[in-house]
């Protein structure tokens, strides 16, 4: 009995999605072709691996299922390392790469895991850092890649995503019902907190800035204790979080955009691989 890791890849994209037409769009392939190879898979493991709950849209794993997916997901975590370090053995070298606290705690360790599995001759040196300073180290030379947030593409630069925006509070505090409202946002100069004055002046609200924190763990923290109310993207919400809307008296707020930019003169194959893997990343949010 052998098992080839298209079918593998193709079995865990089914389990993960436990539905065969998203596993088809992962693996870009048809459900009917999905169907087949799993069938052939079962065939070949002498066993039912997935129960099929109203057809092929609701399916679960068997007792038999569960046990192959552990295996699997090993064998393929190697399947990519082999081919990584022996067909593709002239990918290496560093990679400087810059990005703002919010985005290193939502994705950063997933992206660096499977940069890593993909690249394993090869190095990613992070540093998080406000926007600006992202930029001003990318104008230096001393980045190769940095995210920013809050600014419209500009200067080359690629669009990554746009994010939506949130009013944030404790859900065992009623700060938010304060006059002046006491806010919790980022250093002078950062959108997020131009954004939230200019909409609370527009909507005639009091504020009052009564907290300042360049890292977003200190806005989290602030908005916790209930010292405040915060405003954050919607891939930092945590999940013991009150959001606000236009119904608590909170106006809406606009999209940021998240862009990729690349250092002055910074451009390799190598580079091109970790802003390939980063793209991905935003794309699955």
Known sequence: MQ???DLLKTFTAVADSGNFTRAGEEVNRTQSAVSMQIKRLELEAGHVLFERNGGLRNITLTSKGEELLRYARRI????????????RPGVEGKVRLGLPEDYSNA???????RFS????????????APGDQVSTLLNTGKLDLGIR???????????LRREPLSW???????????TPVPLAVYWEGCSYRKWAIQALESAGRDYHVAFTSLSISGILAAVSAGLAVGVVGSTTLPKDIQ???????????????VTLHRGVGSHN???????EHVRGAFQEM
């Open 149 to 159: 947030s809050g600014v419209d593409p500009l200067d080359g630069a690629e669009l």
């Open 168 to 178: 944030i509070t404790s859900p065992s505090s009623l700060v938010h019902e304060r």
């Open 117 to 128: 599995k993909t690249n394993p001759n090869a190095q990613v040196d992070v540093i998080c």
């Open 243 to 257: 959001v606000l809307d236009e119904g608590d008296g909170y106006p809406a707020l606009p999209n940021a955009s």
């Open 269 to 275: 194959d190598l580079m091109e691989c970790v802003a």
């Open 3 to 5: 098992f080839s890791s």
């Open 76 to 87: 393929l975590i190697l399947h990519d390392e082999a081919v990584a370090a022996v067909a």
């Open 107 to 113: 994705f950063l360790s997933e992206v660096l895991a």
